[in-house]
């Protein structure tokens, strides 16, 4: 069992910048590879980031590429995800997630997720 909590959304204005936290808990969070995901209204989840057990490896959906970075610290239990140069189109609610597969793109091989943190950018 591992929990993660998410933390550090708010409402920002267009190529402002913002750091995503995931605290985790439970079992060694060193095990997992971890991912974040974002949801936008009426969409459904989309993969956005990647960072593998020891953080040597790191991958990213085209759309963030160069504006977001997503880091990890075992020794903290937390991974990150800081986003630059944010978009009107970057607004969606981000979960970060724990699994055993680094670098995968879907939901369904990711054994345990946040709750949320909203992230909103006006124009």
């Known amino acids: 069992q591992v929990q993660l909590v998410e933390s550090g959304g708010g409402l920002v204005q267009a190529d402002d910048s913002l750091t995503l936290s995931c605290a985790a808990s439970?079992?060694?969070?060193?095990?997992?590879?971890m991912g974040w995901f974002r949801q936008a209204p009426g969409k459904e989840r989309e993969f956005v980031a990647a960072i593998s057990l020891s953080g040597l490896r790191t991958d990213y959906t085209d759309s963030v590429k160069g504006r977001f970075t997503v880091s990890r610290d075992n020794a903290k239990n937390t991974v990150y995800l800081q986003l630059n140069g944010l978009k009107p189109e970057d607004t969606a609610v981000y979960y970060c997630?724990?699994?055993?597969?680094?670098?995968?793109?879907?939901?369904?091989?990711?054994?345990?997720w946040g709750q949320g943190t909203q992230v909103t950018v006006s124009s």
């Open positions: 439970g079992r060694t969070f060193s095990n997992y590879n």
């Open positions: 997630a724990a699994g055993l597969t680094f670098g995968s793109t879907r939901e369904r091989n990711y054994l345990y």
